[in-house]
């Protein structure tokens, strides 16, 4: 069942099939801004089909505990999709981890619609589903990703040499976490 988290300004609803068409036209609206920072995508990606497919796939996801895909819209303009902001890879047992991605439209950088974001989607992490550990992985060069990292309150951990495949190239990921305050079960 799709959900939706509110922050102050935004909503992080999960999608279902019926809301492709929303979403190709963020992806489409993004691509060329986006481009620098996501790995190559399939020639049909952002085909309709291929888009509600793959919203299927993550509420599916979702309800195995693998992952959380949400869309980001202002309150004010719920039906227009700003952004993405995902907890994937979450890992259950002694680690209790998951690791944030994201991104936005490049009509919405700079209005601290990400920060908000990511701020809101740890808070879910840790107060709703429990997890410990919280992970970004941001490329050296990604100047605004980076800041958002360090005004989330994360901390920097290390370097991952060529941790990702991103534009054709494996690029280094600078690794930051922040950890639940609170002991967990």
Not at 69 to 78: D, G, L, M, N, R
Not at 119 to 139: K, S, Y
Request: charged share 30%.
């Amino acid at each position: 069942m799709a959900r939706t988290w509110e922050s102050e300004r935004l909503l992080l609803r999960q999608l279902g099939p019926d809301r492709a068409a929303a979403v190709r036209d963020y992806g489409l609206r993004s691509r060329e801004y986006q481009a620098p920072w996501d790995p190559i995508r399939p020639t049909d990606y952002w085909e309709l089909p291929v888009v509600a497919d793959r919203l299927v796939q993550q509420l599916l996801e979702a309800e195995q505990d693998r992952t959380v895909c949400t869309y980001i819209s202002a309150k004010a303009e719920p039906d227009r999709i700003l952004g993405v902001i995902n907890l994937r890879n979450i890992v259950r047992g002694s680690l209790m981890s998951a690791i944030i991605g994201y991104g936005l439209a490049p009509e919405a950088v700079g209005r601290g619609y990400m920060t908000e974001s990511v701020n809101r989607i740890v808070d879910i992490a840790f107060t709703e589903m429990g997890l410990h550990r919280v992970e970004l992985n941001i490329m050296p060069r990604n100047e605004r990703s980076l800041r958002v990292a360090e005004r989330c309150g994360f901390s920097r951990e290390g370097l991952s040499p060529r941790y990702l495949k991103i534009a054709g190239r494996w690029e280094d990921h600078v690794r930051f976490a922040r950890l639940c305050d609170g002991e967990r079960r």
